[in-house]
């Protein structure tokens, strides 16, 4: 349920502990930080489960970080902070490099990264952090307690995992009478399971949703972000602006125009040949070995890298093989192409790692580079349509780009149909897994080493 700031009031409790736990929190005083009226509300908010969503750059992430922080002077207190994955919770501007950035200044708490936990040594509190991106992955967290759990990006995750999380919030020895178990759901809506289960229990459910948005943070830029949303998709845009009721439709994050104004003739390519100095060329693959008729095809383009990171795709083909047969039509594409390199897409989580070894293995010869691409095809594709609006994606004209511009203003397709092409997103996800290779998701391999007590 959206709460009416309005309406909303703290009493002298609420202030006691405001006072206590947040404008005189030993960190966050030491730091200067202080929360904006909006999140003031959410931190005092005593219900044990609440959303905060609204537009992106509200300051979310910060907030989780003050979350973390606000009873880490407590003795023994328990915070659990998770993300959909282990590169996404170790992210540049996440609430663990916040944590991280804003501890550094205190010699007595230990940032153990091998244990994924930060240690107040004067009091034996400690912030774990980890990840869930799989189903089975809930298992982990099975005997595990917790008095406060914030789950960032709560919209990547499954139904399953937000509903089981409930379970490992309760006392802890040494604790057990802490008053505060909560949990926190951050995230803005997505095209994703977890977005549904936080609509019907927040947004429109019994528990409160706090909506906090860009023009609520005192500390942007404003109209520099406003403009930033204009280079959006139809789709992205609406999920950043905070819209849980908007559903994608085909068409909303592609159109003819977008195309036409990234591409350029071959007397064009000719010349950026010539005149701008060209850094690799390379095959982007989206492999689908193919079972059934309505099975996906697998698709490669053909891509130059200029200077600048400016992408060039200058033909697309596909094919649709069976197992064994697929192998071997690659290898005859590679060898046609024997100068470029070639970028195949690694999932996330364990099953990426097994298949992305199975296609290292298979193509050994050929030295294939595997590129980390997020999960959702619809966040790839809204980043791909970001760099498009910026000039760093282009197109040359030829017939291959017919075929491309069918799927992608299908994107996302809503059903597949026999023989028909253009019902999948093959193409598309070839072209994404381009720009994904160029502009990485900045993360963190290893955060700053601490030093411990």
């Keep these: 349920m959206k709460v009416d700031y309005d309406k909303l009031k703290i009493n002298d409790k609420g202030w006691e502990n405001y006072t206590e736990y947040v404008l005189n929190n030993e960190f966050l005083k030491e730091l200067g930080i202080q929360p904006y009226p909006k999140q003031i509300y959410a931190i005092l908010d005593t219900n044990k489960r609440k959303l905060i969503g609204g537009s992106a750059y509200s300051g979310k992430s910060m907030l989780g970080a003050i979350l973390a922080l606000q009873y880490f002077t407590k003795p023994n207190f328990r915070c659990l902070v998770l993300r959909s994955t282990y590169d996404n919770v170790i992210a540049t501007g996440g609430i663990v490099d916040y ?5 550094a200044a205190f010699d007595y708490v230990e940032h153990n990264q091998s244990k994924r936990v930060f240690i107040n040594h004067h009091n034996n509190a400690k912030i774990y952090y980890s990840y869930m991106s799989l189903e089975k992955d809930k298992d982990k967290f ?3 307690a917790f008095h406060r759990i914030i789950v960032d990006e709560a919209s990547e995750f499954f139904k399953v995992n937000l509903q089981f999380l409930n379970r490992s919030l309760r006392g802890t020895k040494g604790l057990m009478n802490f008053d505060q178990l909560s949990i926190f759901y ?4 997505a095209d994703a399971d977890g977005s549904t289960y936080l609509k019907e229990r927040f947004v ?10 860009f023009w609520d943070n005192p500390y942007i830029d ?3 972000y406003a403009d ?3 280079e959006l998709s139809k789709a992205d845009y609406q999920f950043q602006m905070g819209n849980w009721d908007y559903e994608v439709k085909s068409g909303d994050v592609f159109d003819y125009d977008l195309i ?9 390519y000719q010349e950026m040949l010539t005149e701008i100095d060209l850094l690799q060329q390379v095959i982007t693959w989206d492999i689908a070995a193919t079972e059934k008729k309505t099975s996906d095809f697998t698709a490669w383009s053909l891509d130059s890298v200029f200077k600048g990171n400016i992408g060039v795709v200058h033909n697309q083909d596909s094919t649709r093989k069976s197992p064994g047969k697929l192998e071997q039509k690659m290898m005859q594409v590679m060898d046609k192409h024997y100068e470029y390199d070639n970028w195949i897409e690694r999932q996330p989580g364990a099953a990426g790692k097994i298949v992305a070894n199975y296609w290292k ?7 294939p580079t595997f590129i980390d691409v997020h999960k959702s095809k619809l966040i790839r594709a809204s980043r791909t349509v970001r760099g498009m609006n910026k000039g760093l994606i282009l197109f040359v004209k030829g017939k291959w780009l017919k075929d491309f511009k069918k799927q992608a203003v299908k994107f996302p397709t809503e059903k597949v149909i026999v023989d028909d092409e253009s019902t999948h997103d093959d193409r598309v996800d070839s072209v994404t897994l381009l720009h994904e290779g160029l502009y990485p998701q900045k993360s963190r391999a290893k955060l700053r080493k601490r030093k411990g007590r």
């Design 186 to 189: 951050i995230s803005n809506p």
């Design 99 to 103: 944590l991280d950035e804003w501890l």
């Design 361 to 367: 293995k298979e193509f050994q010869e050929y030295n």
């Design 222 to 224: 404003k109209e520099d």
């Design 228 to 230: 930033t949303l204009k």
């Design 260 to 268: 036409d104004a990234c591409t350029i003739s071959k007397q064009e």
């Design 204 to 213: 429109e459910g019994p528990y409160p949703y706090y909506e906090m948005n």
């Design 142 to 144: 099975k005997s595990r």
